[in-house]
């Protein structure tokens, strides 16, 4: 112990102060070192990754590779040992300026190790003030609980590590942010089992705004709302909250917002204010949590044959829905669950990986699992946060029911693969844009092309009623326009039931321009191209180059000789780029006996999107170039590029 300084006390006396050998670091914010009530400088950008790495596994070995992943990104130079090295000798160096001469930083094969001792570290402050607050919860010690939360969440200065530098540390700080709104969203629940609602609203109106998709924190929001008397503004959030569901990942929101609303429209007396806290609810032990049916759902008669067949056969079964977006495949799983529910007497559960709307994250594989043991009744204060030991008490949970499982959007099986149900009579669907190639031979693996002629009309005119009726013809053409794609067969109705006064031929005529059709392909918060350009966005960029070439041509139907001659590209390379569109269901393969030249073929609605993405690119190229360098070449070019 060393002494820093005296203590004037009430009676006017000094008092010696002694203080143990303790560092203060701080992960949850910019990245902080404290000694002695004073800062210590950490030093530049590959020190502080350095350090935020061994602060993230504090009193674990961290390799000089894992190390040196972080630092370059994956491209560590040949020095890299050397270098993280001398990294570690500096923050070394700045300990001891600051006055602190114990081992902290320790060599350990095969990297290094932060010695966590007696220092404090606000993260597993964090954790432990949040396990301390779920013991009190369980306890039904509520307003404790409510202290400790509130104490815990203070400790956060901001973004986790957010001057961090570093895709391995970005990602590790989004696991934390995840764990924060975890928190934020227990500690809410009991504030307002305390009747706190009004204290509430301002910071949950923030929370939404940042995270408008996040259905637990807009559900509390507008509980908060109600029991304040606002309710009109509880409407409202709700009604943003469902043009975002719609606008972000194309559906409607899920149970707890949808049962919220119809509770707030009826005055339901479960969602009043309690007067004292309600006792802990009890396990759900046969969930059912999966989004409403679809309204009018048409078509798919072989696909639901064989779902039923899949259901009835000797399990575990699996089964892999994919195919482009707007297709329906996260509809045709909802209907399907809706109508074999019953006869799951383990329950159904669902997860929506949000693969439409965003790039998978190495978190998604424990997110889920968590997910579903809070489905089958695991208590916050019981769920596990390792990975390994949330799928053991999953697996042991799911071994004996009879279950099924929903996974919409998934990107990989990376996301799923601990969840897939392991007792012998339950059944998992997934959908997926991709074909996720550990499954496809395993799996019932049902590939979704648009619905047939007649049932296209059908779904139009079970939505619009006599209007389509009397106009069969232009009902059948807009149809066709809509490429007999679900999706934008319900934009295209609801733009008509919005509009009365619109005649069936009247959006038939705007549709029937190929450059402006998207453009038409929208109402209120659904919008065709913006999911479409959502699956763009995940192509590589070679890949999205392809894609934007293939729009240049004047077919839906093509050879790869073609490709390869008008295009002036290499066939192996143009084979490779082309066939990784078809694996993502942007392009389909048309099977044929010509096996030396491969055919492919747009969906119509998609090729519209191409020729539109190329036609931009060309006009940003023509802007962008000096008149001086228009020549005859760079004409030819803009005459085959137009």
Request: with cysteine; charged share 25%; aromatic share 6%.
């Amino acid at each position: 112990m060393r002494w820093y300084g005296k203590l004037f006390v009430a009676h006017g006396q000094q008092e010696e102060v002694f203080m143990t050998d303790r560092l203060k670091f701080g992960l949850l914010g910019p990245l902080h070192l404290e000694f002695a009530e004073r800062r210590i400088s950490i030093g530049g950008p590959r020190q502080r990754i350095v350090l935020a790495m061994l602060l993230l596994n504090a009193d674990r070995v961290v390799s000089i590779d894992r190390i040196s992943e972080a630092v370059w990104n994956g491209h560590p130079p040949a020095t890299a040992r050397t270098q993280v090295a001398i990294c570690v000798a500096e923050l070394r160096k700045a300990f001891r300026a600051a006055g602190f001469r114990d081992d902290v930083l320790l060599t350990s094969s095969p990297g290094y190790l932060l010695r966590r001792a007696e220092h404090e570290v606000d993260l597993l402050s964090f954790r432990a003030k949040v396990a301390e607050a779920r013991e009190l919860t369980h306890r039904g010690e509520i307003v404790r609980a409510t202290e400790r939360y509130d104490e815990a969440l203070a400790l956060w200065r901001g973004r986790a590590l957010c001057d961090i530098s570093s895709a391995v540390v970005e990602l590790e700080a989004e696991r934390l942010e995840e764990q924060k709104l975890a928190v934020q969203e227990e500690r809410t629940a009991l504030h307002l089992q305390l009747g706190r609602h009004r204290e509430l609203i301002s910071e949950l109106t923030a929370l939404v705004a940042e995270k408008p998709l996040r259905e637990q924190t807009r559900a509390q929001l507008m509980l908060a709302q109600y029991r304040a008397g606002r309710r009109a503004e509880a409407m409202e959030t709700f009604r943003q909250g469902r043009q975002h569901f719609i606008e972000e990942i194309g559906l409607e929101p899920g149970p707890i917002l949808q049962e919220l609303h119809e509770a707030i429209l009826n005055d339901d007396p479960a969602i009043q204010a309690p007067t004292r806290p309600r006792p802990p609810t009890r396990p759900v032990t046969r969930p059912n949590t999966f989004p409403a049916d679809v309204v009018s759902f048409h078509g798919r008669a072989a696909e639901i044959a064989a779902l039923d067949e899949l259901a009835d056969a000797p399990g575990p079964t699996v089964a892999l829905i994919t195919g482009c977006t707007g297709i329906g495949k996260s509809a045709l799983t909802v209907h399907w669950a809706h109508r074999k529910a019953e006869e799951f007497t383990g329950g159904v559960l669902y997860a929506n990986l949000h693969a439409c709307c965003r790039e998978p994250q190495e978190s998604d594989a424990l997110e889920t699992v968590q997910q579903f043991l809070r489905q089958l009744g695991t208590t916050a204060s019981d769920l596990p946060d390792d990975l390994d030991t949330a799928t053991a008490l999953y697996q042991d949970l799911m071994r004996e029911r009879r279950a099924l499982v929903l996974l919409d959007n998934v990107a990989t099986y990376q996301q799923i693969h601990r969840v897939l149900p392991p007792g012998p009579r339950s059944t998992a669907v997934v959908t997926s844009q991709n074909q996720i190639t550990e499954l496809v031979g395993t799996a019932l693996w049902l590939r979704l092309r648009p619905v047939r002629d007649q049932e296209a009309v059908e779904l139009l005119t079970e939505l619009l009623g006599d209007r389509a009726r009397a106009e069969p013809r232009a009902t059948a053409e807009l149809a066709e326009l809509c490429g007999r794609l679900p999706a934008a067969l319900r934009i295209a109705a609801n733009k008509l039931i919005a509009k009365p006064h619109w005649t069936v031929q009247r959006l038939v005529n705007r549709l029937a321009e190929p450059r402006t059709r998207l453009d038409h392909l929208e109402h209120g918060g659904e919008r065709l191209r913006s999911r479409m350009h959502a699956s763009y966005q995940r192509l590589s960029p070679d890949v999205a180059r392809m894609f934007r070439l293939l729009g240049r041509l004047d077919t839906s139907e093509f050879g790869l000789h073609d490709v390869c001659a008008l295009l002036r590209l290499d066939p192996n390379e143009a084979e490779r780029l082309i066939e990784s569109l078809v694996d993502v269901h942007l392009l389909d393969g048309v099977p044929g006996p010509d096996t030396e030249d491969l055919r492919y073929r747009f969906p119509p609605l998609l090729r519209t999107f191409a020729a539109e993405l190329n036609h931009n690119e060309v006009r940003a190229a023509e802007a962008a170039r000096p008149p001086r360098l228009v020549g005859r070449s760079a004409k030819a070019e803009l005459r085959f590029a137009t």
